[in-house]
């Protein structure tokens, strides 16, 4: 364990870094509105179940997450990561008309889909470059990783404050909303061409470099997988933010709270995520991710005995320290653990099996509100993450994650 020092500014980390930082901040700009806007309008202008939602949810949000092994093996195979990158970009920025004309659940399906569809293309070759940049700084992986994060909740934070400021003057709100997240993904995009170069894969035989072997596989280690076990469990306990919104103008009876939310758990995970990447450069990660746990179910608690809109945005707060706190620090134990010629896949199957986890959390949740309420779904996943919380120290005590 290092001592730890004053906390050193961003500016000295790469400056690839950077690029990549700020394009997953304008496709989360984007995809915030999107975000935001879709329980209202699924409800409101649709007529759509909280159970259909969450079955909504489950699905798209597995085809995001697992869809992510498929493109992290494409870029290990084709030993490059911004193709993939491009490709999934463009997938987003044809997204966006889609939601402007769809005026079905089916034609909404569609348009989720095929967003989620880029989104996932885009996470484990993004999350494997930014490991392979971090190779060269090794010692700041846990900084690089937070610098992401923070700037990818930084665009979500700036698309939920666009939508407090014009909220009460578009007359057309929907399709408003839905055509100003169109634009900031194609600015993504140009900066993926210009800006974001690749990191050469370390030298080997041509029969290396075009045929990518399952056997490569072997070569994740036991802590690659004691950590792929730990966040499966932890994020059985996680839940689409779509629940937290519907919650939220339940409790608020107005429109105006979803953004207010999305902006509080934003500020929260953008403040949080760059420190707790640099500290756990020096410390280590395990006291880290399990204050990170605690805080979940905390956040459950009080979303659950919430009665007013200051308790959500409490709630939401909480919410937004514990993704600054876990997320990241799952990506570097991901990148600490696996070698270059696997990362992407090593990120990929990390991801999917993350996707299979929130289907399962999702509709679980979705059933219990429908059935039963949300709160009860709140604390049945604060108990999840307390028996994740205890599991992790318990592994910890075996083989430290």
Known sequence: MEPLRKIEPASSLPKDIWMIGFVS???????????????????????????????????????????????????????????????SSALIVLSRPLFMMSS??????????????????????REALVGDITSLHGSKKGACYGLRQSLSTAGSFAGALIMIIFFHSCDNRYFTFFLIAAISPIIAFMILIWKVKEVPFSSSSPQ????????????????????????????LSNYSGAFILLHSEAIAQTQIIAPLVMIVQN???TAVAYPIGYISDKIGHTWILGFGFLVTALSGIVFAFSSTPLDILFGAFL????????????????????????????????????????????SAIGYIAHHFSLSIGFLTSSCVALFALCCLFLMNAWRKV
């Not at 072997?218 to 966040?231: F, G, I, Q």
């Not at 706190?325 to 993350?354: C, D, H, K, N, V």
Request: proline share 3%; aromatic share 14%; charged share 10%.
């Open 25 to 87: 901040f304008l496709i989360n700009f984007s995809s915030i509105i999107i975000f935001t806007l879709s329980p209202s309008y699924l409800v409101s202008v649709l007529g759509v179940t909280t159970f259909s939602i969450g079955i909504l949810q489950g699905t798209v949000d597995f085809i995001a997450w697992a869809i992510r092994m498929f493109s992290g093996v494409i870029s290990d195979y084709c030993r490059r990561r911004t193709p993939i990158l491009l490709f």
């Open 319 to 362: 919410w937004g320290v514990q993704v600054g706190m876990t997320q990241s620090l799952f990506m570097t134990r991901i990148a600490e653990t696996t070698p270059t010629e696997t990362r992407g896949s090593a990120f990929g199957i990390y991801y999917a099996l993350m996707g299979i986890m929130l289907f399962l959390s999702n």
């Open 208 to 235: 290396e470099k075009l045929v990518f072997k399952v056997i490569h596989l072997k070569k994740l280690p036991v802590t690659y997988w004691s950590v792929v076990m730990m966040a499966s469990l932890f994020m």
């Open 267 to 269: 500020m929260a995970t």
């Open 104 to 125: 079905s659940f089916m034609g909404f399906f569609l348009a989720k889909s095929l967003d989620r569809l880029g989104n996932g293309l885009h996470a484990a070759p």
